[in-house]
């Protein structure tokens, strides 16, 4: 029986098997997010409870735990944060997402993809800072990925060998790599003149890399700059507001003579994640299609 076949006689079960999947690979994401930065290993020890006593087995259900705990741990009754169930149900939702909209190569390539993307965003949320190994490993990820499977950038070329299509696929991802580090190297550059202190870390530099890598030139450019807005339009308000908070509180003298724990520095690693996994799942043919659009009227081609 091939996939159609098994999709026609159980309807939907590929889509709760990728929920499942997805649900179990946020729950290990979160296990990487929370101890890959502090340099603990993923592995060992198995999952524990902050005052060191193990936890069950059906307590660490991914999202039902949670919920069935009510949110506080058995041993102790410290409360657990919402993030785990959020990061596991976020994962679960992509994951589904991926499988339900498109072809297996594709949804697994974007299986990937997500999974580096989340763990940047919250690593970055909670560190301000983004490790080589994810950034350039994703890189390079990304790039192989390419090569094992054209279909993710829509590169396979029909009556062609298969090579034709490997080459065709490992240009549109270098090219990804190459215009998404380079323009927001130079954005960074000048957002230092500019505003006379650093704009963005090279951390970012290095994930809009990764971005491109999966996405192509036009999934980069996507994140960088729908990536701004989405960000921009978010982020104004809290800040604003964060910034009237610590106002009230006499805090904001404080937070200017100490850069490096400015209570109002966003990440914008996050910003960049989303855009590029936005366009990867939804805006792809659109985003797309208008840029053939600019280039077939500017240049002709
Ligand atoms: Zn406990």
């Known amino acids: 029986m091939d996939i159609a076949e098994i999709n026609s006689q159980f309807p939907a079960i590929f889509d709760v098997f990728f929920f499942c999947v997805g649900a179990c690979v946020g729950s290990f994401l979160n296990v990487c997010i929370y101890r890959i930065p502090k340099g603990e290993s993923i592995m060992r020890p198995p999952s524990h409870c902050a005052c060191g006593k193990p936890i069950k087995w059906f307590d660490n259900i ?56 989340i763990f940047c965003t919250f690593v970055d949320i909670d560190n301000m800072m983004l490790p080589d190994f994810a950034t350039i490993g994703g890189t390079v990820a990304g790039f192989l990925i390419s090569l094992m499977m054209p279909q993710i950038h829509g590169a396979v070329i029909p009556d062609a060998p298969f090579a034709a299509s490997v080459i065709a696929s490992g240009i549109k991802s270098a090219l ?36 491109g890598a999966f996405c192509g030139w036009q999934g980069a450019m996507f994140a ?5 807005i989405i960000g921009a339009l978010t982020m104004i308000p809290i800040v604003a507001t964060k910034r009237l908070v ?24 996050p910003w960049l994640a989303f855009g590029g996994m ?24």
Do not use: Q
Request: glycine letters at 12%.
């Open 246 to 269: 610590l106002k009230k509180r006499g805090k904001k003298a404080r937070a200017d003579l100490d850069p490096e724990n400015d209570p109002l520095a966003i990440p914008f690693g």
């Open 176 to 211: 990804g790599i190459v215009v998404g580090t380079g323009i927001l190297y130079w954005i960074r550059i000048l957002g230092e003149c500019v505003f006379k202190k650093e704009a963005m870390g090279e951390g970012d530099v290095l994930l809009i890399g990764c971005i």
């Open 278 to 301: 936005f366009y990867f799942m939804f805006v792809k043919d659109l985003i797309d299609m208008y840029f053939a659009g600019v280039s077939n009227a500017f240049f002709g081609i």
């Open 224 to 228: 960088i700059f729908g990536g701004s």
């Open 62 to 117: 991914p999202i039902a735990g949670w919920f069935l705990l009510g949110g506080k741990a058995r041993c102790c009754g410290r409360r657990i944060s919402f993030r785990y169930p959020f990061v596991e149900l976020l994962t679960a939702l992509v994951f589904l997402a991926l499988w339900a909209m498109n072809t297996p190569y594709v949804a697994f390539a974007g299986m990937m993809f997500s999974f580096i993307m």
